[in-house]
């Protein structure tokens, strides 16, 4: 059934889905369902869907939610093993449940606390019975006599009571009789008529008359009421049949269902028709616009491969790829061409403009015959496999097969046959040209042939590198190319033009062209007929006015198209199928258009709310959204705007839209969809949203800020004051203690033990001296480069620390040993620069150096960011210790950092502990500076 906002409901033995043009959604007990085999769904006069199920419980749907019946226990425990014939509503929320065995009605009050009451039956009667305040009607039996019941009782009923209208009597055929068949079934119709299944009789009741009466060969398993005022009847076996005026339809176009075990019939309000079957799924057919030939009525075969037109508008078919049809003043007709061996493949058929016949395949190569009436064979060749064949304006015909072009030419009974091209590629296709020119369609796109040349379109135009399965020339010239699995290609003069299924085309998988008088192409793919609207401009180019997409179960992997006139004939593998097409049915009907999902920084939320407010962090905005309309699936056009956002219309056919960031501020978003025929929304669906600002980009919030800033600025100068006047402090204190570090460096007790160093060696060891005068020399230019720097990288500090203990192992020899433990990690770590060297300095001047006595410093990083700098002690006597080095060191550490060294003496050693500076510690200090 289709519900009164457009969504399609199937009842099923595992719940009931609802299907909204991309998607089922299906709901099962786990969902609120009352019971998961569902045989009957109603949508009453407040849009509850009511689901009748085959235990008999009862639950409906109803605002995006299920509800079970509170008394389905109790309606469990009153029916027995009695099954529910029917269900039906009443504007006063009288909810009516017929059986087949059980001599009364049960109504229950769903205002009135569920209250049930029982409307009584006569035994032994089929009865059909009229509600008040209703559409629906109810059915049943009462007792399980069906087999020799013989009447159909009507009841009306009035003030609690059913009231007899009529009792019809009929028989039975013998082999007819119902055998308690549970199948029956009745339905309004338009004037006050009434149809009614009982078994495989079919009958229409008006008033205490009975209009019709027919008995069927089989079992009636539905009947469905149509919105044109016929009703369909389903069958156990056989295609569906169309009762209408008092006439049973046989409708060809359903031949395809015959085996297909249908179930029901719907018309939706576009027109189409659904179709459920048992085990086969869902079939769609858009109108019952449309024939059908197939063998069923008269063709050899089901499958046709090929359809044509004769220059006196006749058409032949060529079927299961090994017959020929033809079809003319209403009559088919078999032709079994001499020349042609049976069982042979034909793969085309040309009507020659001398009334010749020609005919290709793959065994018996090229066949001519006389005329289309008489078909004497004239000529024949056989060269191997031929395909699809052209003529050019000399008379002669053009074939390609597998990988070759040939040209043949009749003189009479002879052909003969030139080889023109041997191509690397599979060739498909052929088509004529202007000026002796020749397009070929093959695996690796288009090639054009002309004067013994061949240019491969493909290097110039890449969408044309495509496999291209058919080729057709427009009067104006224009090529229309069908590819693969690439759309539609239009080739005119000066441009090409794409066309896919973004832009309206029902599949990109397209096998055939057909040009048709008006100068329209319909283009045959996998999945039905699209119709494209050309305009044509004075200078040769062309644009899309519309595509019109045609699906049907009966269009599937189209073939062929060929077009007399207004009739449009489609070979597929189903059969024959043509219609008018001026006379398929514009649909009129604008799609329902709903909201159906709103997600706010991925989370879903109420879509049912029709205003949201929203908090300025919730601005990631998803909106879901659908339009229902089936005639053209998947291929909805939809429009929308954010009012305060986009300036114009968007168009799309995704079916949600996100806004990712948006800015406080109120919102409408407005959507609409259009059905294939252009027709939009009557009511867009409209959302209203307002994201409230941040507290700080309120009012109040702005009069707090002046305030802060206002207060910052004061603080600001104050401090940048203080600033100023500590910076001047810390300098002055810097000044004096970079003197008093410089007088150390160059502490003239150093320098002189340098020089008496280096005249030792320039007398003993001169290679000696020059490397000393080098190191020295480095030593002192770094000393004085750095000498402005208050810290600087470890890994710099330990190079000028150890090219300070190679001038005084020069000096001292094996008796003064340095250990470095130094880890890798700490290396872009920042020290107080020269540091190290004046507490190794510090090390040998309180300290004697013999041999019998070496002096062992180690040098150690720690895991705490920490340099210790520690000496084993051999104290010297009467060495003066003023500790203006290790006050220096602490001073300036303190004085930049906040940090401080740590002095440690025991009896044994005495250590320094320098804190190391972390990269962004050094960045800060710098920034302070």
């Known amino acids: 059934m289709q519900d009164s906002k457009g969504y399609m409901w199937f009842s099923t033995d595992r719940g009931v889905s609802r299907f909204n043009g991309y998607e089922f959604e299906t709901f099962t007990k786990s969902n609120g369902?009352?019971?998961?085999?569902?045989?009957?769904?109603?949508?009453?006069?407040?849009?509850?869907?009511?689901?009748?199920?085959?235990?008999?419980?009862?639950?409906?749907?109803?605002?995006?939610?299920?509800?079970?019946?509170?008394?389905?226990?109790?309606l469990s425990l009153l029916l027995a093993h009695a099954r529910t014939g029917s269900i039906a509503i009443d504007s006063s929320d009288n909810l009516y449940l017929s059986t087949y065995s059980l001599p009364y009605i049960i109504r229950i009050n769903l205002r009135n606390n569920y209250q049930v009451s029982f409307l009584p039956l006569h035994n032994n009667l089929i009865y059909i019975a009229i509600l008040p305040?209703?559409?629906?009607?109810?059915?049943?039996?009462?007792?399980?006599?069906?087999?020799s019941t013989d009447s159909l009782t009507v009841y009306s009923i009035m003030q609690n009571v059913p009231t007899t209208i009529k009792r019809h009597t009929f028989k039975w055929d013998p082999w007819k009789k119902p055998g308690g068949r549970l199948h029956d079934k009745a339905i309004k119709l338009p004037g006050g008529k009434i149809a009614t299944s009982q078994y495989s009789r079919f009958m229409v009741l008006h008033d205490d008359s009975m209009l019709f009466s027919f008995n069927l060969n089989s079992l009636i398993l539905n009947i469905t009421p149509d919105k044109s005022g016929g009703v369909w009847i389903v069958l156990e076996t056989g295609e569906p049949l169309y009762y209408n005026n008092g006439e049973i339809i046989h409708l060809p176009i359903l031949v395809s269902l015959k085996d297909k075990h249908t179930t029901c019939v719907t018309r939706d309000l576009e027109g189409g028709l659904w179709f459920t079957t048992l085990t086969n799924g869902v079939y769609y057919l858009p109108s019952l616009d449309f024939k059908l030939v197939n063998k069923e009525n008269g063709l050899q075969g089901n499958k046709v491969n090929f359809v044509t037109a004769t220059p006196d508008k006749k058409i032949w078919l060529i079927v299961d790829g090994k017959k020929i049809n033809t079809i003319g003043n209403d009559s088919i007709k078999y032709r079994q061409l001499k020349n042609i061996p049976e069982g042979s493949y034909i793969k085309d058929i040309l009507?020659?403009?001398?009334?010749?016949?020609?005919?290709?395949?793959?065994?018996?190569?090229?066949?001519?015959?006389?005329?289309?009436?008489?078909?004497?064979?004239?000529?024949?060749?056989?060269?191997?496999?031929?395909?699809?064949m052209i003529e050019e304006d000399d008379g002669d015909v053009w074939a390609v097969s597998i990988n070759r072009l040939r040209e043949f030419k009749r003189s009479g009974k002879v052909i003969s046959m030139n080889e023109k091209k041997l191509f690397p590629e599979r060739l498909f296709t052929i088509c004529k040209g202007d000026e002796q020119k020749i397009w070929i369609g093959s695996i690796h796109g288009l090639v054009e042939y002309q004067n013994d040349r061949t240019t491969y379109v493909g290097d110039k135009y890449p969408l044309l590198k495509n496999r291209i399965d058919d080729i057709k020339k427009s009067p104006d010239g224009n090529l229309y190319i069908a590819t693969r699995d690439t759309g539609i290609v239009i080739k005119t003069k000066n441009s090409v033009l794409h066309i896919t299924t973004k832009e309206g085309l029902i599949s990109?998988?397209?096998?055939?062209?057909?040009?048709?008088?008006?100068?329209?192409?319909?283009?045959?793919?996998?999945?039905?007929?699209?119709?494209?609207?050309?305009?044509?401009?004075?200078?040769?180019n062309c644009h899309i006015d519309s595509i019109r997409s045609i699906n049907s179960s009966v269009l599937d992997e189209v073939n062929?198209?060929?077009?007399?006139n207004n009739t449009v004939y489609v070979a597929t593998n189903n059969g024959l199928a043509s219609f008018d097409m001026d006379k398929i049915t514009t649909d009129h009907t604008p799609p329902p258009i709903y909201i159906t999902g709103i997600r706010v920084n991925n989370k879903k939320i109420d879509a049912r709310k029709n205003i949201l407010s929203l908090h300025y962090d919730e601005n990631y905005i998803i909106i879901d959204y659908v339009g229902l309309t089936y005639s053209d699936i998947g291929n909805t056009q939809y429009r929308y705007k954010m009012q305060g956002i986009d300036t114009g219309w968007v168009y799309t056919k995704d079916h949600d839209v996100q806004y990712p960031k948006l800015p406080s501020?109120?919102?409408?978003?407005?959507?609409?969809?259009?059905?294939?025929?252009?027709?939009?929304?009557?009511?867009?669906?409209?959302?209203?949203?307002?994201?409230?600002?941040?507290?700080?980009?309120?009012?109040?919030?702005?009069?707090?800020?002046?305030?802060?800033?206002?207060?910052?600025?004061?603080?600001?100068?104050?401090?940048?004051?203080?600033?100023?006047?500590?910076?001047s402090e810390i300098n002055k204190q810097l000044t004096a203690a970079e003197l008093r570090e410089l007088k150390a460096q160059f502490d003239p007790h150093f320098f002189f033990n340098n020089l008496n160093t280096l005249s030792h060696l320039i007398d003993s060891s001169p290679v000696n001296?020059?490397?000393?005068?080098?190191?020295?020399?480095?030593?002192?230019?770094?000393?004085?480069?750095?000498?402005k720097k208050e810290f600087t990288e470890l890994e710099n500090e330990i190079e000028q620390a150890m090219r300070y203990c190679n001038l005084l192992k020069i000096r001292f020899g094996n008796e003064l040993k340095v250990e470095w433990k130094i880890g890798s990690l700490y290396g872009k770590y920042f020290i107080l620069t020269n540091s190290l060297q004046m507490l190794l300095e510090n090390a040998i001047k309180h300290n004697t150096i013999t041999s019998e006595k070496p002096l062992l410093v180690e040098v150690t990083t720690t895991e705490k960011n920490i340099i210790i700098v520690k000496n084993y002690l051999q104290l010297k006597k009467n060495v003066l210790s003023t500790g203006i080095g290790l006050e220096s060191i602490n001073e300036l550490y303190k004085l930049l950092s906040g940090k401080t060294i740590t002095i440690n003496q025991t009896s044994e050693y005495f250590s320094v502990e320098l804190p190391m500076l972390i990269p962004k510690e050094y960045e800060n200090f710098n920034y302070r500076r």
Do not use: M
């Open 508 to 540: 990109n998988f397209c096998e055939c062209i057909c040009v048709d008088y008006k100068n329209n192409i319909w283009v045959g793919t996998n999945k039905g007929l699209s119709h494209i609207f050309i305009q044509t401009d004075g200078t040769g």
């Open 33 to 74: 369902l009352a019971d998961n085999t569902i045989f009957e769904s109603i949508e009453d006069y407040k849009g509850r869907i009511w689901f009748r199920s085959f235990s008999g419980k009862l639950s409906y749907f109803y605002n995006d939610s299920i509800y079970r019946v509170p008394l389905n226990d109790s």
């Open 769 to 787: 001296a020059q490397e000393y005068v080098d190191e020295l020399s480095q030593f002192y230019h770094y000393t004085l480069n750095n000498r």
């Open 560 to 564: 062929q198209i060929a077009c007399i």
């Open 665 to 727: 501020g109120d919102y409408t978003f407005i959507i609409s969809a259009q059905n294939k025929d252009g027709v939009w929304s009557t009511h867009p669906a409209i959302l209203h949203f307002i994201i409230t600002p941040p507290f700080w980009a309120t009012w109040w919030a702005r009069a707090f800020y002046i305030l802060v800033v206002i207060g910052f600025g004061y603080w600001r100068i104050k401090a940048v004051e203080k600033r100023e006047k500590r910076k």
């Open 133 to 147: 305040k209703s559409n629906f009607l109810i059915n049943g039996i009462v007792n399980s006599i069906y087999e």
């Open 351 to 388: 009507f020659h403009s001398d009334g010749t016949v020609w005919v290709s395949g793959d065994i018996f190569g090229i066949s001519i015959f006389s005329d289309q009436y008489s078909l004497t064979p004239l000529a024949s060749i056989n060269p191997g496999l031929e395909y699809n």
